[in-house]
């Protein structure tokens, strides 16, 4: 699990860096470029000398990172022509540095439609293989593109001039708000980016959409920014001001290092409850997954789960989710089913235990039996007053109780439709919410609407913001689906448990993937995770045995894959 950066945590990391002493500016500007280099090769092995690269530079360092990498790949041999859009005498002094390092190379050419028309018509004329790069704006891009810079761009990617084209952002497609993966101004979508090379850890932006979707391939370099040290700056945000102020005050000229680290501990401690920080699900592994497995005993030691279904014919997703319930671990598992679909049911559940379950008020009372330990409800539900009166139920009866409950599909409709179940999802101390963009839309109907407003500023409000701002309304885990789903709790934690680049699962979007991760939620609550630690662990858990199985997937395959995965993860 590693942590996912904002522009201001990362450029807190580098003047810590620089400031420390340990490495200056320009040293990591050239890895930056160098790292840049070494990704085009390693993903275009067959690319070399005698290829073509066309480097965008713009005002900023990211643009300095763009002279580095014209200058490497001309002495690697490369055919490399620079553009530059802005004022070369008010680059920063890095960036400048490489801008006469490349001059000493090479000409610069301001970037305009006819500089960039001309250098596409000798293309044409040339077959050669061709890398654009993109080096205008990184992590500083404060306001939207001009128009005509973002034609530059999105125009390199539409001619068909380009015998073989290829393009490569630094650090992240100009354009975009690296914080939250959305496109600054009126052009909703990002350039669809071959190779993105960022540096030191991934950031937000690179994780949720619309970004992750435009981006094909995301290399992380390391620029040589030590782990420890980054870990401490990140967590401490929008403290890092005030704690530069006093490690400022602690020695003439260059900060120490222990002034630093004693200034960053102060602030940690003083910050450590909000925790901002947030966390990717990527080749984690849950500890508690072993430690729950080792508990022993009574089947009743590991939980037992109630999923409750919906009515004659409506009784798959249910059945589905509970057999993910089982296979997660639960000790028992029980679909709950209006009488009427108790036949349906029965012929169908084995392992799964079955209980006729009338209407809110039999469920009330089979409550009373503290030892169902968690509840799933919502999937093929039905949203009649039946069905709202279940839901209540469910949320009456194990709000004191040590039970989780999970709502998903038309629960959520039915809890966003009533003001009251609303207020008892707030009083609950284990509600997680699963809902998918349209159920989000009516639990959060303001919240959904600022997320589709058009940013003309950043940082942008994202969709972990959004998740976040749901989960401390709702005073639930809102975990918001998607393939980058983020998980948020009313505390302000928050992960973003991605299936996206190496753990891309497209064949997870299928019918009743949702029902199976609702009894993961459910089976996890029952064995006594906490809400979150259920969430994470079930979402993870969804994505791997979807990569372990593979294409041609269903949803009962899902359940049936944990075996396999607990084998792989020694459980
Ligand atoms: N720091 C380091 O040590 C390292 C940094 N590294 C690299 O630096 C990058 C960050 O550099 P950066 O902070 O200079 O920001 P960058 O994205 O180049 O742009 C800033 C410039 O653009 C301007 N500007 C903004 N929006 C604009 C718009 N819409 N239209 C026009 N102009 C606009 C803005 O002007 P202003 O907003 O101040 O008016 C400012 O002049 C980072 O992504 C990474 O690639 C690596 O080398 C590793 C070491
Ligand atoms: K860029």
């Not at 990527?282 to 080792?294: C, I, M, Q, S, T």
């Not at 009251?420 to 609407?449: N, Q, W």
């Not at 009743?512 to 064995?527: C, E, H, K, W, Y």
């Amino acid at each position: 699990m590693t942590e996912l950066l904002t522009a201001a945590q990362m450029r807190a990391i580098e003047e810590a860096a620089i400031a420390s002493g340990a490495v200056t500016g320009l040293e990591l500007m050239e890895r930056a470029g160098r790292g840049v280099v070494e990704a085009i090769v390693e993903e275009w092995p067959e690319l070399g000398p005698g290829c073509r690269a066309v480097v965008l530079s713009g005002p900023g360092n990211n643009g300095g990172d763009g002279f580095v990498v014209a200058r490497l790949l001309w002495e690697a041999g490369w055919d490399v022509e620079v553009f530059l859009y802005g004022d070369a005498s008010r680059l920063p002094a890095d960036a400048r540095v490489n801008y006469e390092r490349w001059c000493e190379r090479g000409e610069v050419v301001a970037l305009s439609d006819e500089t960039l028309f001309r250098s596409r018509a000798n293309t044409s004329a040339d077959d050669r293989e061709c890398i654009v790069i993109d080096a205008l704006f990184g992590t500083g891009l404060s306001r939207p593109l001009d128009r005509d810079v973002g034609m530059h761009l999105s125009g390199t990617r539409s001619t068909g001039s380009f015998a073989f084209m290829k393009l490569v952002a630094v650090d992240c497609p100009s354009g975009v708000c690296i914080d939250s993966g959305r496109v600054l101004g009126q052009q909703n979508v990002p350039t669809a980016t071959d190779l993105c090379v960022t540096f030191h850890r991934a950031k937000i932006g690179h994780y949720v959409t619309p970004l992750v979707d435009a981006i094909s391939k995301l290399v992380i370099v390391d620029i040589g920014l030590e782990e420890d040290f980054s870990s401490k700056i990140s967590r401490i945000g929008e403290g890092f001001g005030s704690m530069f102020e006093i490690a400022a005050q602690g020695g003439a000229g260059a900060i120490r290092e222990e002034a630093l680290s004693e200034a960053m501990h102060g602030a940690y401690e003083t910050l450590a409850e909000r925790d901002g920080a947030v966390r990717l699900l990527e080749a984690w592994f849950p500890d508690e997954l072993g430690k729950a497995a080792a508990i022993g005993g009574h089947k009743y030691a590991h939980g037992h789960a109630l999923i409750h279904s919906g009515g004659v014919g409506r009784g798959g997703a249910a059945r589905m989710a509970a057999r993910g319930a089982l296979r997660i671990g639960a000790g028992l598992v029980t679909v709950g089913c209006p009488p009427g679909a108790l036949q349906e049911n029965a012929g169908a559940l084995d392992a799964v235990m079955l209980r006729s379950v009338a209407d809110g008020e039999a469920l009330r009372e089979m409550l009373g039996d503290a030892r169902i330990s968690a509840i799933g409800i919502g999937p093929g539900l039905g949203t009649g007053a039946r069905e709202a009166g279940l839901v209540r139920a469910v949320l009456d009866a194990s709000a004191d109780a040590k039970r989780g409950v999970v709502l998903d599909a038309d629960a959520l409709t039915l809890v966003a439709q009533d003001e009251s179940l609303f207020d008892l999802c707030r009083s609950h101390r284990s509600v997680v919410m699963t809902p998918h963009a349209g159920e989000f839309a009516r639990l959060f109907p303001d919240i959904a609407k600022r997320l589709e407003e058009q940013p003309m500023s950043g940082p942008a409000y994202s969709k972990v913001d959004a998740a976040r701002e749901a989960a401390a309304r709702a005073g639930c885990v809102v975990l918001f689906k998607g393939p980058d789903t983020v998980i948020a709790s009313p505390e302000g934690h928050c992960s973003v448990n991605s299936a996206a680049y190496d753990r891309a699962a497209p064949w997870l979007a299928t019918a009743g993937s949702g029902d199976v991760l609702t009894g993961f939620i459910a089976g996890l609550l029952a064995r006594g995770f906490g809400p979150m630690q259920a969430a994470e662990t079930a979402a993870w858990l969804h994505v791997e045995c979807a990569l372990s199985f593979g294409p041609g997937l269903i949803a009962e395959d899902l359940p049936e894959e944990l075996p396999t995965m607990f084998r792989a993860l020694g459980v």
